[in-house]
């Protein structure tokens, strides 16, 4: 039951009639905005992300320690005391002698640094690695696959048969070969993220180009004399974009997840750098003496973990719109 | 069909040729040299190399090094078990992590399917919420970080399963890498059963199975699970991968002498072992290609929508 309301009264002159408000035209991207922002697992997706980013970024530049310095104090006989395996504690506390008015919220590691600092300092290093290389990832891979796509023929088969080989040698062999030839570290762990993601990326690209390469805008834009790389990066790259970027969503966790393995076996992060994998492996070590140890990179990891894949599947939601009326 | 499978036979036998010779290559022509030690004179360099063969042309190695393989030997270790033959350490090792490995694809496929076949039925109701809880769990903590946790717990706080893998009780000591390791699989294949479930369960020929008056348990064995199960083997090929991959830290972290922890001591060891990388990486991709095969092949044999469309392509 319609009740009129006072705003139906005034007379129509007065509204703005250039503005349709019932059937107003939305933007594809506006709408998937909206979708995705009503989606409450999508926007606890990225209120985690959120807040690890914000401490990855600021808590090791406000925090009073460094993250690879040993802190230690010296007593009035002047010896030197480091705060080795110190549990979690805030100021003032009575029971420990010499570091009872320093705070170490997570505790200090066996060396005796601040694990709050270097938590914070390897989730920083963990995103870096992840975006550095996901964002090389998307750009080889797109490109490789909408080149693929969009010649056909011969290209494409040459291509694709490229892809199936480089596809069918395992992870595990390629990180190892690479491991040989590098020195370890980040280097080694972005190098073997760039030879094992891109693939799936430029699937995807391919797939979407496949699709895109038939519309009628792809002719307009041929029959006004647009050469091919005008018409593969300006007018289907766009459009293909959607799909990519929800691949990129689930690529990050795989990449920070391959950090952690490779850091934890021991061919990725050397100390005293420290990524989340290595924070891990750190505390694993000590697991039986300091249990409190391995807690937080661990939390850091699957709280990333989760929400990135939650940002991934909201936007694939979001997404499945236009997917559907493909 | 027998077109299909030739084509994909032959396929893999060349991918894995490649990858043999790339793999070969790569390692050969890796800076640094065996000998490269002060105590030993050029005389003695000169004479090692030629009584390994290093100084023979690259293909000719690789031949050599193939016919050495057709013989169903890997040829000798450099460092890693002091230049012993590598067969019999990799059957052993590999014997243990197949053992493993299948435990938990097995335990994996069983409970992820319940799980996967609960949600969809409970669909909207609390036992949904809680196996989406389940799987969302499996895909944001790595099989090793729970490993961690069961061993800390179930090994260390309360002494019910051995701390390190022991050979002779194998049961209870594969308990706990086993489950870590199904926990990945669990969490695919029941967010995929359920989905696969949701839609076959609303498909038309199941709402026509319901009017003609088919209800409750034969109603889901007979038409829902058969149609919604097929897709499924489909995933199964990517989880055997994931299973190396997290295998590798897992016998890292509980002591298994398997082929994960092998690959871990010839990379991340002291010193790399050349010969040990290439056996390990061929085994691997042997293993892999050989499973990407079979579930091509099963699938095809499935589903003849695929071997159909394979015809006309390539």
Redesign the interface.
């Known amino acids: 039951m319609y009740t009129p309301q006072k705003d139906d009264f005034n007379f129509i002159a007065e509204r703005n009639l250039d503005v349709d408000e019932n059937f107003a035209s939305q933007g594809y991207w506006k709408g998937v905005a909206v979708h995705f922002l009503r989606n409450k697992f999508a926007v606890t997706g990225v209120i985690l992300v959120s807040i690890i980013i914000f401490f990855a970024l600021f808590a090791p530049v406000v925090s009073s320690y460094n993250y690879d310095e040993i802190v230690s104090v010296t007593n009035s006989s002047g010896k030197e005391f480091i705060a080795k395996s110190l549990g979690p504690q805030i100021g003032a506390s009575e029971s420990q002698d010499f570091f009872a008015d320093r705070t170490f919220l997570f505790g200090t590691d066996d060396m005796g640094r601040d694990l709050w600092t270097r938590t914070w300092q390897g989730a920083r290093v963990s995103l870096i690695i992840a975006f550095v290389a996901i964002l090389i990832d998307m750009i080889v891979g797109t490109s490789y696959g909408l080149i693929s796509g969009y010649f056909g023929g011969l290209v494409d ?1 040459a291509l694709q048969r490229f892809i ?2 480089a596809g ?6 390629i ?3 690479l ?3 590098m020195e370890k570290g980040i280097g080694l762990v972005i190098a073997s993220l760039l030879l094992t993601e891109w693939i799936g990326m430029s699937k995807i690209a391919r797939a979407e180009c496949l699709k895109l390469k038939e519309r009628e805008y792809v002719l307009a834009s041929r029959t006004l004399g647009a050469g091919n790389f005008h018409i593969i990066f300006k007018q289907i790259l766009p459009n293909a974009i959607g799909p990519i970027i929800t691949q990129v969503m689930f690529s990050i966790p795989v990449a920070i ?1 391959t950090e ?2 490779l850091s ?4 990725g992060i050397v100390l005293p750098q420290c990524s989340i994998g290595s924070l ?1 492996e750190a505390g ?1 070590n000590n ?2 003496i300091l ?1 409190y140890q ?1 807690l937080p990179p ?1 939390s850091v ?3 990333l ?2 929400g990135f ?1 939650l940002i991934g599947d909201g936007f694939r939601e979001a997404l499945a719109p236009k997917l559907e009326d493909m | 069909m027998t077109k299909y499978i030739t084509k994909r036979i032959f396929m893999s036998a060349l991918t894995l040729f490649i990858i043999i010779f790339v793999l070969f290559v790569l390692i050969r022509i890796m800076p640094g040299d065996p000998f490269s030690v002060e105590r030993m004179s050029a005389e003695m360099i000169l004479q090692k190399r030629e009584e390994l063969g290093l100084n023979k042309p690259i293909l000719v190695q690789f031949v050599d090094y193939l016919s050495l393989l057709a013989s169903g030997s890997f040829g000798n270790g450099t460092s890693l078990y002091n230049g012993a033959p590598i067969k019999p350490i990799l059957t052993t090792c590999l014997m243990n992590s197949f053992k493993i490995g299948v435990l938990s694809i097995l335990f994996g496929t069983a409970v992820g399917l319940t799980i996967g076949i609960v949600a969809a039925l409970n669909r909207g109701k609390f036992l949904d919420g809680l196996c989406t809880l389940v799987s969302i769990l499996g895909v944001c903590i790595p099989s090793y970080v729970f490993m961690i946790f069961l061993q800390y717990t179930f090994a260390y706080k309360i002494p019910f399963f051995p701390y390190f893998f022991d050979p002779s009780k194998f049961l209870t000591s594969a308990v706990m890498p086993a489950m870590s390791l199904s926990l990945f699989a669990i969490s695919t294949i029941a967010r995929f059963t359920r989905n696969e479930m949701l839609e076959v369960l609303n498909s038309d020929y199941v709402k026509l199975a319901e009017a003609k008056g088919l209800y409750g348990f034969e109603l889901i064995r007979k038409h829902v699970l058969r149609n919604a199960l097929i897709p499924i083997v489909t995933v199964i090929a990517p989880l055997v991968v994931d299973l190396l991959t997290g295998a590798m830290v897992i016998e890292k972290i509980y002591g298994i002498n398997g082929v994960g922890k092998l690959m871990v001591d010839a990379i991340a060891g002291q010193g790399v072992d050349y010969n040990y990388v290439l056996a390990l990486g061929i085994v691997f991709s042997a293993l892999y290609i050989g499973a990407m095969l079979v579930l091509d092949i099963l699938y095809g044999i499935i589903d003849p929508r695929i071997r159909l469309t394979a015809k006309e392509g390539f």
């Open positions: 088969n199936e080989i069918s040698i395992p992870t595990l062999v990180i190892s070969i491991a040989i030839f997840f952690a393995f934890f076996v021991g061919v891990i694993f697991i039986t249990p391995i661990i990891l699957a709280l973990m989760l894949n």
